[in-house]
């Protein structure tokens, strides 16, 4: 059994950077990795994605040239760096996982999700 716990959300300034932590428990390795976010009223959204073992990374089109997806092996942490935090990016981020280690932006692919870390970027 998977389990996603995050963290590193809060209430930032606008243009300010902010890292995110998915702690994964289980067997992930050929996993693909990724972070949603859903804002009050709105879908969730696809942001980033990685297959743990390596390869590519893949992004929302909102969110590339500004944010990061990484990952550290030993310590099973997925990572989200986020740089020049605007407004529009306040939302809860979760962190999910797919079993099947593709790399789709429906977040109806993916097996395992995190609880939620909340995001608030201030004007």
């Known amino acids: 059994q998977v389990q996603l716990v995050e963290s590193g959300g809060g209430l930032v300034q606008a243009g300010d950077s902010l890292r995110l932590s998915c702690a994964a428990s289980?067997?992930?390795?050929?996993?693909?990795m990724a972070w949603f976010r859903q804002a009050p009223g709105r879908e969730r959204e696809f942001v980033a994605a990685?297959?743990?073992?390596?390869?590519?990374?893949y992004y929302g089109d909102s969110v590339k040239g500004r944010f990061t997806i990484d990952r550290d092996n030993a310590k099973k942490t997925v990572y989200l760096q986020m740089n020049n935090l605007k407004p529009e990016d306040t939302a809860v981020y979760y962190c999910?996982?797919?079993?099947?280690?593709?790399?789709?932006?429906?977040?109806?692919?993916?097996?395992?999700w995190g609880q939620g870390t909340q995001v608030t970027v201030s004007s």
């Open positions: 289980g067997p992930i390795f050929s996993y693909t």
């Open positions: 999910a996982a797919d079993r099947a280690g593709r790399y789709g932006p429906a977040a109806g692919l993916y097996d395992y």
């Open positions: 990685m297959i743990w073992s390596g390869g590519n990374s």
